[in-house]
């Protein structure tokens, strides 16, 4: 196997090529421990040997790293693994482990994801949202279930109150209407939420 390039990331890592493809990140103590140099040839023993032993801990650090901070969901793991060069057997095989340890699991992502943008979202597009990080559609509507949820109606006009003044709602309404609408609120709860903010105003005012 020849070593085709070793490009520098950062001040820390680089991005070991064998054969023109990338294989992975490596470190200065890596380079120095295999000896590696480009243009110079290295047996595929050695380099299995270092994908064995340091590979699968270094994806498993990477992605605990990324948990820390924040819940995500599988698809985020994988991609940050992935725009890693990790290979697909040693993502596939960190994510059964962050699964089996109870780190990684989609339904809470989704639970806490719809309770956080619930009062600035409309369902439509919570599930637009989550469809996108590759989360399926029976995770999602079982946490829609399951979780005990006010009405749509009520996120909706808190999220108005939120954002306008009722001089703003009268003299934009169609415009605020359409946004609303584009933002996936079906347009009876729109038309009725807009109405009792309107009537509450008007009957604060006398």
Same mark, same amino acid.
Request: some cysteine; proline content about 2%; charged content about 35%.
């Given at each position: 196997?020849? $070593? ?8 820390? #890592? @680089?991005?070991? @090529?064998?054969? *023109? ?8 103590? &890596?380079i ?16 299995e040997?270092?994908?064995?032993? @340091? ?18 969901c599988?698809a985020?793991?994988?991609? #940050?693994l ?9 993502? &596939?095989?960190?994510? &059964? ?7 990684? *699991? ?13 009062? #600035? ?20 509507? #079982? ?7 006010? *009405? ?9 109150l ?7 709602l ?16 079906? @347009? ?7 109405? &009792? $903010? ?5 009957? $604060?005012?006398?």
């Amino acid at each position: 196997m020849l $070593v085709t390039e070793i490009r520098q990331i950062d001040t820390k #890592k @680089y991005c070991l @090529y064998i054969n *023109d493809a990338p294989f992975s990140i490596v470190y200065a103590s &890596d380079i120095k421990r295999m000896q590696l140099e480009e243009g110079r040839e290295i047996s595929d023993e050695r380099l299995e040997a270092f994908r064995k032993e @340091y590979l699968p801990r270094r994806a498993m650090n990477r992605a605990l790293s990324a948990l820390q901070y924040s819940e995500q969901c599988e698809a985020d793991i994988r991609k #940050k693994l992935e725009n890693a060069w990790y290979a697909p057997d040693i993502i &596939d095989d960190t994510v &059964d482990k962050l699964k089996t340890y109870g780190y990684l *699991d989609d339904g809470r992502y989704v639970c806490g994801f719809i309770r956080n943008n619930l009062m #600035k979202k409309s369902r439509k597009q919570i599930r637009y949202q989550l469809l996108s990080k590759g989360i399926s559609l029976s995770v999602i509507e #079982k946490a829609f279930e399951e979780l005990d949820l006010p *009405d749509e109606y009520e996120g909706l006009k808190a999220s108005i109150l939120r954002r306008y003044q009722p001089e703003e709602l009268r003299e934009q309404r169609e415009k605020i209407f359409a946004c609303y609408i584009r933002k996936g609120y079906s @347009y009876s709860a729109l038309r009725q939420c807009l109405n &009792d $903010v309107l009537f509450s105003a008007d009957s $604060v005012l006398n």
